[in-house]
């Protein structure tokens, strides 16, 4: 490979763009980067030592956490503190939000909300993971310790967003609102490498990707959009696939790159659906939207919706813009 331009040099670069950046949130996603490295070289290992399985405990959700969870969430924590950038994090497996305490990062200019790993009941079968990362400027006084306004912002403030995959090959994919680029991880030599510069997602796609298990759960406007999916090949001479792995990174990604709508609606019983506001549908909708594709509640743009608590749900329609307006004609004549 000759003439690869690495992470690491691309965010350096894009630093001069912005003549008063200080630096800060450059590092911190170096530093978001490297935590991702270990945790990709753990996840490659499963099943070769013992990390596949279940800890016993179930987290704030009452979700079953993974060994893989706690080590995921535990490496970036970690690389998140010593980095001095960031002065706090609230993690999908952590109930409060972290405060660093120490002077090298409580001073920090910024927090992270992060899914350390997602998808992890992929983890046992071999099948995509992923990371999930937003990064906001904190709001509160440096003076004192990270509060909860700095994390319960608009996911239209955010200043950063990105996913890391767990696949066939591992991706970084970020935004700093300034559209996505995506970096393969070569490694052979460890690092991110430019791959995918100035990523777009096609307006519209050819893949519907919901958990249609749930289906006599959803709500009829969703049944008639997902009727309508199934129906179109009838239609037009232009079909739909449905492609659902039950990792919201892979599913998103895939959209991503050849288009495509991935909804997770309410259900019956669960009001807000299951995918979390803060650190998982604000960084993909950020990214999505930079991307030329949209991402909605149903009636309201994810990036617009005020969160109320850090572990907060949303039901949550994103993808290409075609496909998500169409949905949203659905939504508009019945209830969400
Ligand atoms: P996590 O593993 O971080 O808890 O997230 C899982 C999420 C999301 O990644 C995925 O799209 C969805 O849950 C799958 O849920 P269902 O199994 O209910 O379809
Ligand atoms: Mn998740
Ligand atoms: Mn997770």
Do not use: W
């Not at 999930?132 to 400027?137: A, E, K, T």
């Not at 991706?171 to 690092?191: A, Q, R």
């Amino acid at each position: 490979m000759i003439g690869v331009q690495t992470l690491d040099e691309f965010i350096i670069r894009r630093q001069t763009d912005f003549p008063y950046a200080t630096g800060e949130l450059s590092r911190l996603l170096r530093n978001i980067a490297l935590a991702s490295k270990i945790v990709n070289r753990e996840v490659n290992k499963a099943g070769l030592v013992d990390v596949l399985g279940t800890t016993g405990f179930t987290n704030v959700q009452g979700e079953e956490v993974k060994k893989l969870d706690l080590l995921a969430n535990k490496t970036f924590i970690a690389s998140l503190e010593l980095g001095g950038q960031c002065c706090g994090v609230a993690s999908e497996e952590n109930e409060e939000f972290i405060a660093f305490e120490a002077e090298s990062s409580r001073k920090g200019g910024y927090v992270v909300a992060i899914d350390p790993l997602d998808g992890s009941s992929n983890i046992d079968v071999n099948v995509s993971v992923g990371t999930i990362f937003s990064i906001y400027r904190r709001v509160s006084s440096p003076e004192g310790l990270c509060k909860a306004e700095d994390f319960l912002q608009k996911g239209s403030e955010q200043a950063g967003a990105g996913y890391v995959i767990y696949g066939s090959s591992t991706m970084l994919v970020y935004t700093t609102g300034h559209g996505v680029n995506g970096f393969t991880l070569d490694p052979s030599i460890g690092e991110f490498c430019l791959s995918h510069p100035d990523m777009t997602i096609p307006q519209d796609g050819k893949t519907y990707s919901v958990n249609t298990g749930n289906f006599y759960d959803f709500p009829e406007s969703v049944k008639e959009y997902i009727k309508y999916c199934k129906e179109r090949g009838q239609q037009t001479n232009s079909p739909y696939s449905a492609r659902y792995i039950g990792s919201m990174v892979a599913d998103v990604h895939r959209n991503l790159i050849i288009g495509g709508i991935y909804i997770y609606p309410s259900l019956n019983g669960f009001p807000d659906g299951k995918i979390r506001l803060v650190y998982e549908c604000n960084p993909m909708s950020f990214i999505v939207e930079q991307a030329g594709g949209m991402a909605t509640d149903g009636s309201r743009r994810i990036l617009d919706i005020e969160p109320r608590e850090l572990h907060q749900r949303t039901p949550i329609f994103l993808g290409s813009s075609e496909m998500v307006s169409k949905a949203k004609e659905f939504f508009d004549k019945g209830t969400k």
